[in-house]
Every structure is written in C-alpha cells, then in structure tokens.
C-alpha cells in the first residue's frame, strides 16, 4: 500500500476506527484489583441553603421544611407553631466515596444532587451533613459552598438549561471522621483479581510474580483470581505488593469490535479475522484475494528450504454488477477496511457491513453494540 494511500485511509477514518494493539505491556496495577484495596460508598441527606429564590417549593416537598425545623431547632430555634416558607432551601442527596486507607482528618470530595423541586444549587451552600456507610456508621462529615454544574434562565416566553444545575460538587468538602482498619500483616494468603478474567492472562501474571520472587509465592485459583502466598514471601508484604503492581506483563485479548451507533464510532482489536464472503454495498465493489506461492531452494542447495509465501491482491470495480468478494479464509479485517476506505465508505456504511458480515457467521469477534 502507497504513503499516499495510507494517508488517505488515516485521513478518513480519523476519530471513527482504531486497531487495538494486542502486544501493548502493561504493568499489573492496572489490570488488577488487589484485594481489600478498593473504594468505600458514602450517602447522606442534607440541606443546601443560601439560594436565590431556586430551592423546594414547601407544598411539594414537606420533607424540606421538617429537615430545616429539625435543623434550626438543634441550633436552639424554637419554630413551632411557626409558619414559615423558605425559597432559598434545597434538600439534597449527598455522596462521596471513601478511598482506601484514608485517615481521619483527611479530605474527600463530594457530590450534592437536588431530591425535590428545586431549579437551582448555584450559590448555595450544603450545610453540615454526616455520610454513612453500608453499615450504618458516620465516616465523614460534609459540608461546604457548593460548585453548580450549569445554568438556567428564563423569561416570560422562553427558558434555556445548560448542563444540570440542580447538582453540583465540593472539592475537599468531606473530612474524614472514621477509618477503615485494615492491616496486610494479618493476612496469611492475598488475592489479586483480574478485571478482564482470562486463562492465558491469568497464566502470564502466575508466571511472571513467581519469576521475579525466585520462588512459587503466586497460584491460579481461576482465571480471574491469583493467590498470593503472604508467609512465603522475601519481604514484607506492603513491600511485596509496591513491587508485585509493577511487574509488566503482555495481556491477552479477546477478538472483539465495539460498536458506537450514536456516533458512528467503531473500534476494531488486532486479532479480528473473517473468513469467506461476499457483500454488496451500494455500487461499490472491493475484492479481495490471497494466492499464496512456494518459493523453493536453489538446486543442490543443502540448506534451503521449502518456504510459503503470501501474495494479496486487492482490486477496485464501482461496477454495480461485481460484489465484494474474499476469496481465501482468515484474511485481515484490516484488508477489507482499506478497500472501503479507498472507495469511500463512511463509518456507518461501515457498521452496517460488520453487521451484516457478523450476521452471516463469517466474522470470527465479539460484535459489542453501544
């Protein structure tokens, strides 16, 4: 294929394909999750006052003013009896996550959503609001001015919204009350669990700990988890880990080609393959053929040998009577694109060969549609 070519092809198809490169090392910290290491929920409910005339309306959300008299009454307010119809007060949904081994008094940001009526959260402020956990049990304590996420406006015809201005976040707005105990030194056998489970992955990473510790430490239990024997180890095991995450390892992927249909965007992985067909899009028409040749020694050649060749060919018809036709089995999937691209073949026509091709048994990947 010519560089003009193949600027062509890269020209047309920028921002809408994209091969996988399935060589591509990576370290293991990013393929795997390293048990108990990982993300706690939290949720509270709160209010966010302060706002300018955009917060719940009493009538449909009762629950705010009994959380703002719970509130000012705690504060030493009496408002019994009082009738009182605030416009500047939101109740909100509140949520963060915990990382793992965070200490008390650390900071986390949060998350503030509107759960009733109101149009708003700009220039409001959530007020202190404890976060639980699964367990029930208050691990941060969140409170702060709260960063709208949007915008609205309106007049007496018209009403523009950009963005959802009813929710918003605050950097740094948690602090940390409780901590999570958890100790490495206490566990006899660690786990590590694959993301994208796989045998030959899962092979590979065994290998690879048990190569760099000099001694058999790592074991498959499935193809998604690794067990790691702690007790075993040269070192301690905050050690061990810091250098277990770091080992590179080539992982394998399945054959697979994702699908955007909203945007027209197709990702393709290195090992898709097809096999016979023949499809007609249109009038345009591609054919792809592979003839493969022996290439033998010379005569009385005592070290040559008997090799096979390829030989592809890849030939062009706009004529609305020829299909597109592959004639030898396994050929590329990148053969097939570079002779639609050359012909013009946008990412949606694209898509609906793949389809098509999928449909028909003859391409052998996982078709993932969005």
Do not use: W
């Not at 790592?218 to 810091?242: N, R």
């Not at 054959?255 to 197709?266: E, F, H, L, N």
Request: glycine content about 10%.
């Amino acid at each position: 294929m010519t560089n003009t070519l193949k600027i062509f092809l890269s020209a047309l198809f920028a921002g809408f394909v994209f091969c996988a490169d399935a060589s591509a090392e990576v370290r293991l910290k990013d393929i795997v999750n390293i048990e108990g290491v990982r993300d706690n929920d939290l949720v509270g409910y709160g209010l966010v006052v302060g706002l300018d005339g955009t917060g719940d309306g009493v009538r449909n959300s009762p629950y705010t003013e009994e959380a703002l008299s719970s509130l000012l009454e705690r504060l030493g307010v009496n408002v019994q009896g009082e009738d009182f119809r605030p416009k500047n007060v939101a109740a909100v949904v509140v949520t963060a996550k915990l990382p793992p081994f965070a200490r008390a008094g650390s900071q986390i940001d949060v998350t503030v959503s509107a759960i009733g009526d109101a149009s708003n959260l700009l220039g409001g402020t959530l007020i202190m609001t404890p976060l639980h956990a699964g367990d029930g049990q208050i691990y941060a304590v969140a409170q702060g001015p709260v960063l709208a996420s949007g915008f609205s406006a309106e007049g007496e015809a018209a009403s523009v919204t950009f963005g959802a201005p009813t929710s918003g976040s605050i950097p740094q707005g948690a602090h940390v009350e409780r901590e999570i105990k958890f100790s490495f030194e206490d566990m006899e056998t660690l786990q590590l669990a694959l993301r994208s489970p796989d045998f030959t992955t899962a092979t590979r990473i065994e290998a690879a700990i048990n190569r760099a510790f000099g001694q058999p430490i790592a074991k498959i239990l499935d193809p998604g988890t690794i067990e790691l024997a702690m007790s075993g180890a040269p070192m301690s095991p905050v050690h061990m880990i810091g250098r277990i995450e770091n080992i590179s390892i080539t992982p394998e992927q399945k054959a697979r080609i994702v699908i955007d249909q909203k945007s027209g965007t197709v990702v393709l992985g290195a090992d898709v393959k097809i096999s016979k067909f023949a499809v007609t899009q249109g009038n345009l028409t591609i054919t792809v053929r592979e003839t493969p040749y022996v290439s033998q020694p010379n005569p009385f050649s005592r070290k040559g040998e008997t090799i096979v060749l390829p030989d592809t060919t890849i030939t062009v018809d706009q004529s609305p009577e020829r299909r597109i036709g592959i004639v030898d089995d396994n050929v590329s999937l990148s053969d097939l694109i570079e002779g639609l691209n050359a012909l013009g073949v946008g990412p949606r026509e694209l898509i609906d060969i793949l389809k098509s091709v999928k449909a028909a048994g003859a391409l052998h990947a996982e078709l993932v549609l969005m």
